[in-house]
């Protein structure tokens, strides 16, 4: 048996319940564009290509590649040998694409950071995470969990937890529980790029600063009575502020 490399996250899926569970919780067609993050030794990848006619894999271990590209069909399955967080996404995600994954944890957030850009091109997003980043992603305002993941995730997508994932269906077992999520792109929801921009410089700024009222946090920046006119309590904190708020503000400044 292959020994698995924990600085890559490699928690396999072993327990066929919990695949198909994820394999029908959505309805594929055999013209669908699969993309799948971390394929692993194909869990996922082999019920998805009894159904569908073409997936892209992105996997970073070399060793695995040998053995993904012996397992499946060339025509089908195309076998990326690289770091999601280094690729060039721009070459891989083709419109309406469906993307799925069961994530190294460690670098999960930053996948979703990365994958954010490319809503417009992507129909919809299956991930496994750690549980506590699932519950941050889909966290309502007002919550101790709801900052910055929570926003830029929901200011790009519809997000939804699907259900919760134990540890014992992985080998090896990892040491935190998982959850499953899907998000769904939205409507761009921004004026143009600037707008974007300011949007994101915004939401990383005020939650730097969590403890901080967002007057003192964007003191010079947009004047109390703006705020008040923006119907936005100039002393409230910032986990306390809906992403059109957010979307409000940086419209504005
Ligand atoms: N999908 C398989 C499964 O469910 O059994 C494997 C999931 S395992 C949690 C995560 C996979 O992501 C591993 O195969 C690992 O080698 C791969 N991986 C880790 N870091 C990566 C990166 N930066 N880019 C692409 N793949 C990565």
Do not use: W
Request: with cysteine; glycine share 4%.
């Amino acid at each position: 048996m292959r020994k698995h490399k924990k600085r890559l996250g490699q928690n396999f899926l072993h327990d066929k319940n919990v695949i198909n569970k994820i394999i029908n919780s959505f309805e594929l067609n055999k013209d669908d564009l699969f993309l799948e993050i971390g394929p692993g030794e194909g869990a996922l990848t082999t019920p998805l290509i009894e159904k569908i006619k073409n997936i892209t894999l992105i996997e970073k271990d070399k060793d695995l590649v040998p053995y993904l590209e012996n397992q499946y069909n060339s025509n089908q399955v195309k076998v990326i040998n690289q770091d999601i967080l280094k690729c060039d996404l721009s070459n891989i995600i083709k419109s309406n694409m469906r993307i799925i994954g069961n994530l190294p944890y460690n670098i999960s957030t930053e996948i979703i950071f990365k994958l954010l850009p490319y809503s417009k091109n992507i129909k919809d997003i299956h991930f496994m995470l750690q549980k506590e980043v699932v519950d941050r992603i889909v966290a309502n305002p007002g919550t101790k969990i709801y900052g910055r993941l929570s926003i830029m995730t929901q200011v790009y997508f519809m997000v939804k937890k699907l259900f919760d994932i134990s540890p014992n269906v992985f080998i090896p077992k990892p040491k935190v529980e998982s959850g499953y999520i899907r998000l769904i792109p939205r409507n761009y929801a921004f004026k143009d790029i600037l707008h974007e921009k300011k949007f994101k410089d915004l939401v990383t700024m005020v939650f730097t600063a969590r403890r901080k009222m967002i007057k003192t946090s964007l003191r010079g920046i947009i004047h109390d009575d703006l705020l008040n006119k923006l119907s936005i309590n100039p002393s409230a904190r910032p986990e306390t502020l809906t992403v059109q708020n957010y979307l409000d503000i940086s419209k504005n400044v």
